[in-house]
């Protein structure tokens, strides 16, 4: 089974900053791309940030120069690094990793998993 758990969500007020995480656990023998997606309540899930296999990054237009995707490839870990918040962050953000994998004695490619999601608050 793989899983990707997100942690760091929380509340900060306008202007601080969080960092979140998603560690990847399970059969896996490779990660290809990882990202970020946020939520905001009556909205679509949209794309924050992208990072692939080799650190090659994107961002949204919205959180360039604020937030940084970063990952540790031999913990299976991505982070979200989120400076200067705005109220306007303030969503559900979910992880997502493009994968290979291994189950039940059968080898899986390119499949892609996702978190739960860890609720990001911006208020004061």
């Known amino acids: 089974q793989v899983q990707l758990v997100e942690s760091g969500g929380g509340l900060v007020q306008p202007g601080g900053s969080l960092r979140l995480s998603c560690a990847a656990s399970?059969?896996?023998?490779?990660?290809?791309?990882m990202g970020w997606y946020r939520q905001a309540p009556g909205k679509a899930r949209e794309l924050v940030a992208h990072i692939t296999t080799r650190g090659a990054t994107n961002a949204a237009d919205s959180v360039k120069g604020r937030f940084t995707i970063s990952r540790d490839n031999a913990e299976n870990t991505v982070y979200l690094q989120m400076n200067s918040l705005k109220p306007e962050d303030t969503a559900v953000y979910y992880c997502?990793?493009?994968?290979?994998?291994?189950?039940?004695?059968?080898?899986?490619?390119?499949?892609?998993?996702w978190g739960k999601g860890t609720l990001v608050t911006v208020s004061s």
């Open positions: 399970g059969s896996i023998f490779r990660i290809n791309a």
């Open positions: 997502n990793a493009n994968l290979d994998y291994s189950a039940q004695g059968t080898n899986r490619y390119g499949v892609t998993y």
